[in-house]
């Protein structure tokens, strides 16, 4: 790692193959706590390439226990996190929108690092009980129309790493892979992400892939469409800057999508928007990205369309129907 390190703080990066070596020797621990946060903090300084993009992930992608879902034709609702807000969990009650909508969803999840409270922390407040068992995942998905896959017990290698990046308390380039290391490398993917420069990497990444993609930034800093203005869409097809007026919603102030300051509170927020009672805005955010996934899974429907999909899903209790199948509330 001595070299390693020497090579990167002279302002060199690493190609794909060296990427993925050094990631696979961090996950098994051959280096010690103080180089792995080194090697971390390097990343807070300088841009992540494109090809030590692809290395980490292809690291990550081999050290993982693999989960075949394929025949569902799942999609994943993931944003990288990392985006300083604490926000509600917008892409955590999406995902049980979309499945209330009829569309399989393999949720990647984990718990927060850079915030309070991440979709893990959420689903161990409400007591499901996190598997990595196949076949209680497939029941999941046929029962409740989406599976919840923690990150930790399908990545135990980064069981060395989990430590130091709960200490440093920031993101890392863990939050960038996230997304792109879901164990079920589900064909359909809306992905949030923290700044317009990682939003051009994973449509690098995603355009060699056969995946139907939606890749989102708030223009105003958000891994996720915000309505608080204007945010980039990067699709399969397209690439385009949209606001809340092009999805048929009203724009709002950052304040309306606060996320508390606890696990409790987020929790709390959670299961009101679940039951159509939220507010307006915290509504019309989780329907936004709720639809927009549906788009992305079906784009035979039109973006209207998938949006009133959405719509119905959580105001007629679809969404809640599915948390309560899949937790067994």
Request: negative net charge.
């Amino acid at each position: 790692m001595k070299d390693i390190l020497n090579h990167l703080t002279a302002y060199n990066s690493l190609d794909r193959t060296l990427a993925k070596e050094v990631l696979i020797n961090l996950a098994k621990g051959a280096y010690n706590n103080s180089q792995v946060a080194a090697f971390l903090t390097v990343f807070l300084m300088r841009r992540v390439t494109v090809e030590e993009l692809a290395g980490f992930r292809d690291a990550m992608l081999e050290l993982c226990l693999p989960l075949s879902l394929d025949e569902y034709q799942v999609i994943d609702l993931c944003g990288t996190g990392g985006d300083g807000k604490d926000s509600f969990n917008i892409s955590t009650l999406a995902s049980f929108v979309v499945a209330g909508a009829g569309q399989k969803v393999a949720k990647h999840g984990n718990y927060g690092v850079s915030s309070i409270c991440g979709s893990s922390n959420l689903m161990s407040h409400f007591g499901y009980e996190f598997t990595n068992d196949k076949d209680q995942l497939i029941r999941s998905l046929e029962d409740a129309g989406i599976c919840f896959l923690h990150a930790p017990l399908f990545h135990p290698a980064m069981k060395h790493v989990a430590p130091i990046r709960k200490e440093l308390g920031v993101k890392t380039f863990f939050n960038m892979l996230g997304p792109m290391v879901n164990p079920a490398q589900p064909p359909n993917q809306l992905v949030g992400v923290f700044n317009l420069e990682l939003a051009r990497l994973y449509a690098y990444l995603y355009q060699q892939s056969d995946k139907n993609y939606a890749i989102l930034h708030a223009l105003d800093g958000y891994d996720e469409v915000s309505l608080t203005g204007d945010f980039k869409l990067i699709t399969n097809d397209r690439e385009e800057v949209l606001g809340p007026k092009n999805l048929g919603l009203p724009q709002y102030q950052p304040e309306a999508l606060s996320g508390g300051n606890s696990i409790e509170e987020a929790a709390e927020i959670f299961w009101n928007v679940l039951q159509g009672k939220g507010t307006a805005a915290q509504h019309d955010v989780v329907i936004a990205n709720a639809g927009l996934a549906l788009h992305c899974a079906q784009p035979n429907r039109t973006r209207d369309e998938a949006l009133d999909h959405a719509r119905n899903s959580l105001l007629e209790g679809k969404a809640l129907e599915c948390f309560k199948k899949l937790t067994g509330i």
